[in-house]
């Protein structure tokens, strides 16, 4: 069985201002370092084999806080994690995305079934690498969305779940597919504040 821990990245100045960021290369403010000091905190009680992540800085930024807890594990870029391209709204908040395309047709927006089908790929890899392991994967809302809404067959994600800054999800290897176990849980964030640095 793998299993897989999805963390999302920490908090950018872009996600604070409601904006979409997608293929935007924003980093992380100061309470998104926090944030990812606190999940890696949490998660260095945890028993990992290798970290992947998204090649956006957010993404990175926080992986690299995260490992610095949990071992300094072997760390892999993978392109197929990437944040969704949001395309001609990319930077727009909610409201002047809805304003500018109430028909919601985005001219270059990275479609639902494109997402689908890097993530799958992205998970085979690793279900192919660590068919025995634990792999944290620290990636993106839009991202860990589409990955939710596959697997729980539209129940929860894309459109229907707002994931917060370095929630955790996790799923497991069932057969030839994937399951849910949790999602969306940021026990971590209780005590925010009471942050220690590295």
Not at 105 to 122: A, L
Not at 123 to 151: D, M
Request: proline content about 3%; charged content about 20%; overall charge neutral.
């Amino acid at each position: 069985m793998t299993a897989l821990c999805l963390v999302r990245h920490g908090e950018t100045d872009w996600n604070a201002m409601g904006k979409l960021q997608g293929r935007e290369d924003v980093p992380l403010n100061d309470r998104g370092e926090q944030q990812a000091i606190m999940v890696g905190e949490y998660l260095g009680r945890s028993k990992f084999n290798a970290i992947f992540t998204s090649p956006l800085l957010r993404a990175k930024e926080t992986a690299l806080i995260v490992n610095h807890f949990v071992g300094h594990l072997p760390l892999f870029v993978s392109n197929d994690f990437i944040e969704k391209d949001y395309g001609q709204a990319s930077g727009m908040t909610v409201g002047e995305k809805n304003s500018c395309f109430p028909d919601g047709k985005i001219p270059e927006m990275e479609t639902f079934d494109h997402v689908g089908t890097r993530v799958t790929r992205g998970l085979q890899l690793i279900r192919n690498k660590f068919p025995e392991g634990t792999v944290l994967l620290v990636a993106h809302g839009g991202l860990i969305n589409v990955i939710l809404s596959l697997l729980s067959g539209g129940q929860i994600g894309t459109g229907k779940t707002k994931l917060f800054n370095t929630c955790i999800s996790h799923i497991v290897t069932e057969g030839e597919t994937w399951k849910i176990v949790d999602y969306n849980r940021i026990d971590h964030l209780k005590s925010f504040g009471k942050v220690t640095s590295i």
